[in-house]
């Protein structure tokens, strides 16, 4: 395949590739960028277009990471299952990986405190559901421990149970112990301890008239 560049020519539709003729025939696409090292009548031998079509390939990955990452932030370890999903050796896969890091689009310690964040703000969770979540992802433990440090559970489980307690309010007047229960198990499916689902359901029982004991005060 070795031979003489004849053209160099912009695509139509995409206009940061560069289409590069050899002899007279189409050879290969390339970015823009990588085109432009290349001229007119420069002779590229096999194991140079070898290197041109790891620099291409490389690029096409590295865009299709981009467009992944550009829905949410993601850990490495999901990139990277990404990538190897859409069938990319490994090579290309770590420089991929590499680059977006070396330019900040991927930091799993960031990722960490922005999935327990956005959790905290619209679907809030315990510690306990949070780290496999985020093992789930990839995260190594120091990474989870330090994104769930300033975690208030209380606050959190409290949120996250005051809608279901306000759709349980026929309940707590005509079964208050079921109505503790099944506040207590919603919390319980979204990973809180013991101890905080018993501070929270007793706050919203209180909150919503039910006694200690499990009974509803009268009105």
Do not use: C
């Not at 090579?91 to 680059?99: D, Q, R, S, Y």
């Not at 990722?111 to 703000?121: E, G, K, L, P, S």
């Not at 496999?132 to 149970?161: F, K, M, V």
Request: no cysteine; proline share 2%; charged share 30%.
């Amino acid at each position: 395949m070795a031979g003489t560049i004849t053209r160099l020519q912009f695509q139509q539709k995409t206009a940061d590739r560069v289409n590069v003729y050899l002899d007279g025939q189409f050879a290969f696409g390339l970015p823009a960028l990588d085109a432009a090292r290349l001229r007119v009548g420069q002779h590229l031998t096999d194991a140079d277009i070898e290197v041109l079509h790891a620099v291409d390939q490389t690029q096409k990955a590295y865009d299709r990471a981009v467009r992944f990452l550009s829905y949410r932030p993601r850990s490495v370890s999901e990139v990277r299952r990404h990538l190897v999903q859409d069938g990319e050796d490994e090579a290309t896969v770590e420089a991929v990986l590499g680059k977006l890091a070396q330019q900040g689009y991927l930091n799993d310690a960031e990722f960490a405190r922005y999935w327990v964040d956005n959790r905290a703000q619209f679907r809030p969770k315990g510690p306990r559901a949070l780290r496999q979540e985020l093992r789930q992802r990839g995260l190594e433990s120091a990474e989870i421990d330090t994104a769930l440090a300033g975690l208030n559970s209380g606050e959190g489980a409290y949120a996250a149970a005051r809608q279901r307690a306000a759709r349980l309010a026929g309940l707590a007047a005509t079964d208050p112990a079921a109505f503790r229960r099944k506040l207590g198990e919603f919390l319980a499916r979204r990973g809180f301890d013991y101890e905080t689902i018993r501070e929270v359901v007793a706050r919203l029982a209180g909150e919503f008239g039910v006694t200690e004991d499990g009974e509803a005060l009268s009105g």
